[in-house]
């Protein structure tokens, strides 16, 4: 991404669309960490209506109206949420571990503003088990889609394999050569150059010669 983009959207942006698989993935991890602090933890996957500062839009405007976070419940009463792609709303990194009334209030949309209706439910195994395969349906679909935009990337390569292609590869190796006949006039001129100064330094040589000669003679006389 580039540099001048806020790292907090860099992050949220890869972050956005991914809050099922983070929950699928997460929860076995999640569950036998805070078991091993709380014999008596439980985590449960939980989709609530979010109220963040801002949304991601790849297409067109829209609303998110659901976001898949982990709810911890331990022993003592306590409840904890975990929201590992909470950036994607604006949601501070820090905030991705709050207590669960702390963290209701401040990012998840009150029932009142939702027309009465609950904004928040928790997955059984049931419904965890075809929010799997819709995450399967969906990475399946993308990997699809991303096959078939190669296979047309290449096929569209191998059609230019005639026409500018061809133009191409005639233009690079017309370039070579001109360069390599410039490179051949380079060392022609140098050669050139070389040899005229041998020559005038031959020259410079017997014109003192013949000047020291002369001198012997006029002393002789």
């Known amino acids: 991404m580039p540099p001048h983009v806020e790292e907090s959207l860099q992050r949220g942006a890869l972050m956005s669309n991914n809050c099922d698989r983070s929950a699928h993935f997460l929860k076995r991890m999640a569950e036998d960490l805070f078991c091993r602090l709380d014999p008596g933890a439980k985590v449960s996957w939980m989709i609530l209506v979010p109220q963040g500062r801002y949304t991601f839009a790849f297409n067109k405007p829209f609303r998110a109206v659901q976001h898949s976070v982990l709810l911890v419940d331990l022993s003592d009463g306590r409840q904890l949420i975990l929201d590992p792609t909470g950036e994607q709303f604006g949601i501070p990194r820090e905030h991705r571990f709050l207590p669960a009334h702390e963290y209701m209030k401040r990012y998840m949309v009150p029932s009142d503003d939702w027309e009465g209706r609950r904004t928040w439910i928790l997955l059984d195994a049931e419904n965890e088990q075809e929010m799997v395969d819709k995450i399967e349906l969906f990475w399946k679909n993308a990997k699809e889609t991303a096959e078939s935009c190669v296979e047309v990337w290449v096929k569209n390569i191998l059609l230019l394999s005639h026409s500018s292609l061809e133009v191409v590869l005639d233009s690079g190796t017309q370039y070579m050569d001109q360069e390599e006949k410039l490179l051949d006039m ?36």
Do not use: C, P
Request: a negative charge.
């Open 186 to 221: 380079f060392e022609r001129e140098l050669a050139k150059q070389g040899s005229g100064s041998e020559k005038e330094e031959e020259e410079e040589e017997e014109e003192e010669e013949v000047g020291a000669i002369g001198n012997m003679a006029d002393n002789t006389d």
